[in-house]
């Protein structure tokens, strides 16, 4: 089975430009999670999304959006970009079958999208 | 607010030696889930071993083993017979264990980098 997959890999915009992140869970997965890692801040929490609807958000500007398809696809798109959003971006996806399924469920990360803000 | 810390920004063991990182957590959460997550240069972050707080015995998985003190809400992991491939930064991460309400969301630590010497 193909992991999560990230495009790009890499992205260079500059400041006040808007970007647009792309990730393909694993087939059959249906929630995707997105982190954001500085060196400064760490890996932090963005949102998740469960049958295209968000699930849960961290504690980010609105210039910080996502969504996702019917195919479970997801994309993030960052608005006005700032130098401070310059980062590696991860999605993550798992295998949940219900919005309140009990059991745990392994998130498989991607491997990111490293985006420079200049 | 959870929060996860590692308090070894840097480690180094000897090749075959054994090492142990240090994790404390703070939740008022009685059930979450604990997990050490390896990110080698390549950034992809791979799963290392999971705990989940109800189960009093720790998690192991092969040479990589948990100490799980719930009541000092401490998570230390131990590497046993260290290899070469096992050089990484490792990160602690928490989850709430009730999906329905807080999804997957994963708060980590700061991470450690683990270096190792042949």
């Known amino acids: 089975k193909a992991g999560v997959t990230q495009t790009p890999r890499y992205l260079i915009k500059t400041r006040g430009q808007q970007v647009t992140l792309s990730c393909s869970p694993i087939?059959?997965?249906?929630?995707v999670s997105w982190y954001q890692q500085t060196p400064g801040q760490g890996l932090q929490f963005l949102f998740e999304?469960?049958?295209?609807?968000?699930?849960n958000k961290g504690n980010f500007p609105g210039r910080f959006s996502g969504r996702q398809f019917s195919n479970s696809r997801s994309e993030m798109n960052v608005s006005t970009l700032e130098l401070g959003d310059s980062a590696l971006y991860l999605c993550?996806?798992?295998?949940?079958?219900?919005?309140?399924?009990?059991?745990?469920?392994?998130?498989?990360f991607g491997p990111g999208t490293r985006l420079t803000v200049l | 607010a959870q929060t996860v810390t590692q308090s070894q920004p840097e480690m180094s063991v000897q090749e075959a030696e054994t090492v142990t990182l240090s994790c404390t957590y703070d939740?008022?959460?009685?059930?979450?889930?604990l997990f050490w997550y390896k990110q080698p240069p390549s950034r992809q972050m791979i799963l290392v071993i999971r705990?989940?707080?109800?189960?009093?015995q720790n998690a192991t998985e092969n040479r990589f083993s948990v100490n799980f003190q719930k009541a000092a809400k401490s998570f230390s992991l131990k590497i046993s017979d260290s290899q070469l491939g096992d050089a990484a930064m490792y990160f602690c991460?928490?989850?709430?264990?009730?999906?329905?309400?807080?999804?997957?969301?994963?708060?980590f630590g700061a991470g450690t980098i683990l270096r190792v010497k042949s």
């Open positions: 999304y469960f049958s295209e609807t968000q699930r």
């Open positions: 991460a928490y989850r709430k264990s009730t999906y329905m309400e807080y999804g997957n969301k994963l708060v």
């Open positions: 705990q989940e707080a109800y189960k009093q």
């Open positions: 087939s059959g997965h249906r929630s």
């Open positions: 993550a996806s798992s295998l949940e079958f219900s919005p309140i399924a009990p059991t745990y469920n392994e998130q498989f």
């Open positions: 939740t008022s959460e009685s059930d979450y889930y």
